[in-house]
């Protein structure tokens, strides 16, 4: 069973006894043995008792010399654990030295500082500076630092860290050295280093008070020309902060460096960003839309913490999504304002729902700010990301944009420099605006997506329509009662032309517009309409106005209505999502009792008449055509058999390919004109559109349809293209081919290679498990890099429901192995594959079984990580 380690609670937060000034850190730099010097100006915190010991926080280190005031400690006047160092009480200011070694090579979770291919990398969020040496390694404990790297001259030419460059040199033995300071107190886990052998793109970027700062974006040699569209987004991220929140940047330099060997997307140390490669190099023949589009979202990401996460930061980590939920919703806006809102708003709800809803209905729910935690990197989840960013954008539906910019401005006003909590946010836009938001809290606090059952009734003598909105969320663990919530309902009323309805609630004299933000509170609410001509289609939840799951008794023809006029683009694809997870569920059911799968014609003639109007969207109407996930209907149902699930999406979707044939081959035609590769707003939506028909048409075994796949394979321009055609023809016996022909033409590229192991293990053909394992002996898999486990392995088990539940269980017995054989490796990436058991009590029995037999022994392995051993141990305590 894993080590001890007792949970952190959020109630048990206590202000640090102690606190640090200023920082100097010198680091000598060797693969093996690196040596750290650091200097810490310490302070008593006024609250503190006299005589209280000061506790650093260290791991895996080597301690060499411990000074305080600069006498030498003998170990007898220090305590040394695992975990940390103690001293006896030192004076109210004191100036304490310590030296340890640590070994980066050795360093396979990736946290801390490690070395990766030659190179070294530093990430301490959460919790990894304490790797690095003896600290208060807290996030309430914010210091000035300044960085000394000093590293062989021909191996390590570039070194870098936080801040401004203040002064370099030559030093012996072939030797250099740079130094770094930081004007800005920051917390530890902001602390970065890269040291090693990068080019650079550089740029520059003058701020709106004029001021030059130099961009730099550091790559491995071979992969400069990959990183001109991340040095755009970071320049349009740095003018749309300054426009939308008035927020400029506060440093000489701005620098990202791309590796990729990361445990995560990226990081936003102070100054100096450092990235996965994933989000840095692209190309339009080596990566797709979705790829430019990401790194858009995630440039804009990490630039934005500069503000809101470093700037002002988390008192502890509870509150992490005061800085993560923030963020989200500003570079959601940022990627709004670049592109298509619409779109941009769906994608994002797609995921939410399919993603963050299941966590909320699962083993690992947990409020946006939880209560306590056994490893806090368990806590990067949807839940404090995503729907953080939903929590987020309520205030700004509830006040309105102004209102959130008031809001926005009196919190940096305030907490400028400081290490605050959630309610210190919502305290900022409650007092701009003059609003109660007390009740607003309870987002913070409770777990679980809440449930709306809306009734509509219309009196035909008194023209009025009445809304009866009734809310609950359901228990989690651990919160079996929940209060009402706070909750913004965007609504909107159509007439039979589809045209809006004019809205005026009972009590008011005027009507306000054609949708209405309805503030709920209570239990159960009710909202009447007055002056309605006639009975009115109800447009609800407009713009996905708050995250819940909302319930309405359409019929099938007000669904195909809402899909034809209404002009809110959220509610026109919620219905058609609607309707068509109302389709699959129907058919999943028809074949458990043996009977066929039917589609409707009505539902065909709907998507026949989006696939004909050249009016909306193209990027829309795909959105529309795609049929929700096998994932997304597992969550609709309880006691599931996974194969019934493919079988019936496969079948709809089939059918839809049958009978809409030529209008999916003629839009197909009509949209792959030859044009050349463009990467805009018009042709991305151009090319969604075209290769979702492609995907429908490659449901036919049809030697044209065959032909036409691999044209597109072969003389595809772009990898949004390409990808699409071997995607496609990864699903089909005639596909494998194609597939081995893409890793022999990209097997040196690592990016490249990731799609290529994507699409291996999410191929619906027999023989996927088996395929997975013969490609983790593939050169370009390893184990140790977090990308190609996400790759491979996570793809395997978390996208591909049909083989990972296959009924034999080996699915879950491959999970399980690769789970226990990377916990030892990384943690935290084990942790995250775990998740792929989360759902194990909504299966049927058999499957059931198999599932917790694996979980437990996962449990049972001696020396389990915290990580892994807490996303287990929750799953089989439901």
């Given amino acids: 069973m894993t080590a001890s380690r007792s949970a952190i609670r959020r109630l048990d937060y206590t202000a640090p006894a102690y606190l640090i000034d200023r920082v100097d850190l010198t680091f000598e730099l060797d693969e093996h043995s690196t040596r750290v010097l650091s200097r810490l100006v310490v302070k008593r915190n006024a609250d503190t008792a006299e005589g209280t010991p000061l506790v650093l926080h260290g791991e895996e280190l080597t301690l060499e010399a411990v000074k305080l005031d600069g006498a030498l400690l003998s170990p007898e006047q220090y305590t040394l654990s695992e975990r940390d160092i103690t001293l006896p009480a030192i004076a109210d200011t004191a100036i304490l030295e310590i030296c340890t070694r640590i070994d980066p090579a050795a360093n396979t979770a990736l946290s801390g500082l490690y070395a990766s291919n030659g190179n070294f990398i530093t990430q301490c969020e959460a919790e990894g500076f304490r790797r690095i040496t003896y600290y208060l390694d807290r996030p309430d404990v914010m210091a000035k630092f300044t960085t000394t790297i000093i590293a062989d001259k021909a191996r390590y030419p570039v070194l870098l860290s936080n801040g401004n460059r203040v002064g370099s040199g030559n030093s012996d033995k072939g030797r250099h050295w740079v130094k770094w300071v930081d004007p800005f107190r920051k917390p530890a886990y902001l602390f970065a280093l890269v040291a090693g052998r990068f080019v650079a793109l550089t740029d520059t970027f003058v701020t709106a008070s004029g001021r030059n700062v130099a961009l730099e974006i550091h790559v491995e040699p071979g992969n400069l020309d990959k990183c001109h569209h991340a040095m755009a987004a970071a320049k349009k991220a740095m003018r749309w902060d300054e426009e939308r929140f008035g927020l400029e940047y506060d440093l000489d330099a701005y620098m990202i460096v791309a590796t990729s060997d990361f445990n995560m997307g990226a990081m936003e140390n102070k100054g100096l960003n450092v990235f996965n490669t994933k989000y840095v190099l692209a190309r339009p023949d080596t990566a797709t839309d979705a790829d430019f589009d990401g790194i858009d979202s995630v440039v804009a990401h990490e630039y934005f913490h500069n503000w809101t996460g470093n700037r002002v930061t988390c008192r502890d980590w509870f509150q992490l999504s005061l800085k993560e939920g923030l963020t989200v919703y500003r570079d959601q806006e940022f990627s709004s304002d670049l592109g298509s809102r619409a779109v941009q708003r769906i994608q994002n709800v797609r995921s939410l729902r399919e993603a963050q809803f299941a966590?909320?209905?699962?083993?690992?729910?947990?409020?946006?700010?939880?209560?306590?935690?056994?490893?806090?990197?368990?806590?990067?989840?949807?839940?404090?990301?995503?729907?953080?960013?939903?929590?987020?954008?309520?205030?700004?539906?509830?006040?309105?944009?102004?209102?959130?910019?008031?809001?926005?401005?009196?919190?940096?006003?305030?907490?400028?420099?400081?290490?605050?909590?959630?309610?210190?946010?919502?305290?900022?836009?409650?007092?701009?605006?003059?609003?109660?938001?007390?009740?607003?809290?309870?987002?913070?606090?409770?777990?679980?997506?809440?449930?709306?059952?809306v009734e509509g009734v219309y009196d035909d003598t008194a023209r009025t329509w009445t809304l009866t909105v009734k809310q609950h969320t359901p228990a989690t663990p651990g919160q079996p009662d929940k209060l009402p919530l706070h909750l913004p309902l965007t609504v909107g009323l159509l007439d039979r032309r589809g045209q809006e309805l004019p809205l005026r609630l009972s009590g008011e004299t005027v009507a306000t517009g054609g949708s209405r933000v309805l503030a709920l509170r209570n239990a159960v609410e009710t909202f009447t309409f007055v002056d309605m001509p006639c009975q009115p289609v109800p447009s609800l939840l407009r713009d996905f106005s708050a995250p819940v799951r909302l319930n309405y008794a359409y019929t099938d023809d007000e669904l195909v209505f809402l899909m034809a006029n209404d002009n809110d683009a959220f509610a026109r694809w919620e219905a058609a999502n609607t309707y068509a997870g109302n389709l699959l569920r129907n058919a999943y059911h028809a074949l458990g009792r043996d009977e066929a799968a039917e589609v409707p014609q009505q539902f065909i003639d709907a998507f026949a008449k989006l696939l004909a109007n050249e009016q909306l969207d193209p990027a829309l109407v795909a959105l529309m055509l795609e049929l929700p996930s096998e994932n997304a209907l597992f969550e609709a149902l309880n006691e599931v058999d996974p194969g019934r699930v493919h079988q019936a999406r496969q079948t709809v979707k089939e059918t839809l390919a049958r009978e809409l044939r030529a209008l999916f081959l003629a839009i197909y035609q009509r949209l792959n004109d030859g044009s050349a590769y463009h990467y805009d707003g018009d042709a991305v939506a151009r090319r969604s559109l075209k290769n979702v028909c492609l995907d429908y048409l490659a449901e036919l075994d049809e030697p044209m349809i065959a032909e036409l796949l691999a044209n597109q394979y072969r003389r595809a321009d772009n990898m949004t293209d390409r990808l699409a055609a071997l995607a496609a023809l990864t699903q089909r016996d005639d596909g494998e081919p194609f597939l081995a022909d893409f890793g022999n033409v990209w097997q040196d590229d690592a990016l490249v290679m990731d799609k290529w192991f994507a699409l291996a293990a999410t191929s619906s053909r027999a023989g996927a498990l088996s395929r997975v394992e013969a490609l983790m002996q593939h050169p370009a898999f390893s184990l140790k890099n977090p990308n190609k486990v996400r790759a491979l392995i996570g793809a395997f088990c978390l996208r591909n429901p049909q083989h990972f539940h296959a009924a034999d269980g080996y699915g879950y017995a491959f999970a399980a192995d690769r789970i226990i054989e990377l916990d030892a490796i990384n943690p935290q990436i084990a942790a995250r594959m775990a998740s792929c058991f989360n759902r194990w009590t909504k299966l049927e029995p058999a499957r059931r079984a198999m599932m917790k037999g694996e979980l437990e022994r996962i449990a049972a392995v001696a020396g389990l990580s915290p990580d892994t051993f807490e996303i287990v141990s929750k799953a089989l305590a439901v």
Avoid at 406 to 415: A, I, P
């Fill in 359 to 453: 966590e909320d209905s699962g083993p690992q729910a947990h409020p946006i700010r939880p209560d306590e935690y056994l490893e806090i990197n368990n806590f990067y989840t949807w839940t404090v990301y995503e729907k953080g960013a939903e929590v987020v954008r309520m205030y700004a539906t509830l006040l309105g944009r102004d209102g959130f910019r008031k809001g926005m401005d009196l919190y940096f006003k305030r907490h400028d420099g400081q290490a605050v909590t959630c309610d210190d946010f919502r305290a900022a836009m409650a007092d701009a605006n003059g609003v109660d938001l007390e009740q607003f809290g309870l987002w913070y606090k409770q777990a679980g997506t809440p449930v709306l059952d």
